[in-house]
């Protein structure tokens, strides 16, 4: 069983949105429990309000569905301490830290990353503005140079995820354009998928 936790140092970078999408990408390659560790319960309440394809428990319920599962994807409290992250980072087989592309997200992840050190994670930058704007790009360079490992897939910021956690479904379910951003979690999963075979 693989494990893969998503963390991210604040609120509102698409954590919890990351993981039920992510989560519905790994349920086409094989059984999913989603781990909703996060105290605001937005994944749990997310599959309350429709249909996932994977089972979403809370941490305290979690234990009795582990068993027999493919893949392990933990969504945690935001804000996490340099010892929290460490033992998340130790507990999985991948660390993935959602960020914004913006220069106020950039300090706090050099300092994540520093922390990290040598555990295996990657940065994603999720709710990125479309063209012209350059700010997904910008942020992916500048971590680049830092040393910091980052997905080459970016997650477009779109209006679709609101209406998908409306209809408590990913985006995959998604039509027409609201469906668009569901390209970026393909994506993102062939690249964990190659991380995960390399570890």
Not at 11 to 38: P, Q
Not at 53 to 78: C, H, M
Not at 127 to 140: F, K, L, T
Request: charged fraction near 20%; proline fraction near 7%.
């Amino acid at each position: 069983m693989k494990v893969i936790t998503v963390t991210g140092f604040k609120g509102g970078c698409g954590k919890s949105t990351t993981a039920i999408n992510l989560a519905t990408f790994l349920s086409e390659r094989g059984k999913v429990l989603l781990v909703d560790g996060d105290p605001n319960r937005t994944a749990l309440s997310w599959s309350q309000r429709g249909a996932l394809p994977y089972r979403v428990a809370d941490e305290r319920q979690s234990f009795k569905w582990v068993a027999g599962n493919d893949f392990l994807v933990i969504d945690t409290p935001a804000r996490p301490d340099s010892s929290d992250l460490q033992e998340l980072a130790k507990g999985c087989d991948l660390l993935i830290l959602p960020t914004l592309p913006d220069v106020v997200s950039l300090e706090p992840m050099l300092a994540t990353a520093q922390a990290l050190g040598e555990a295996t994670y990657r940065v994603l930058l999720t709710i990125v503005p479309p063209p012209p704007s350059r700010e997904g790009q910008q942020m992916q360079t500048d971590l680049q140079a830092s040393g910091i490992p980052v997905f080459q897939t970016m997650i477009r910021r779109a209006a679709g995820f609101g209406k998908a956690a409306l209809a408590g479904v990913s985006i995959r379910e998604m039509t027409g354009r609201d469906r668009l951003p569901w390209q970026d979690y393909q994506a993102l999963g062939k690249e964990i998928l190659e991380v995960l075979a390399d570890g």
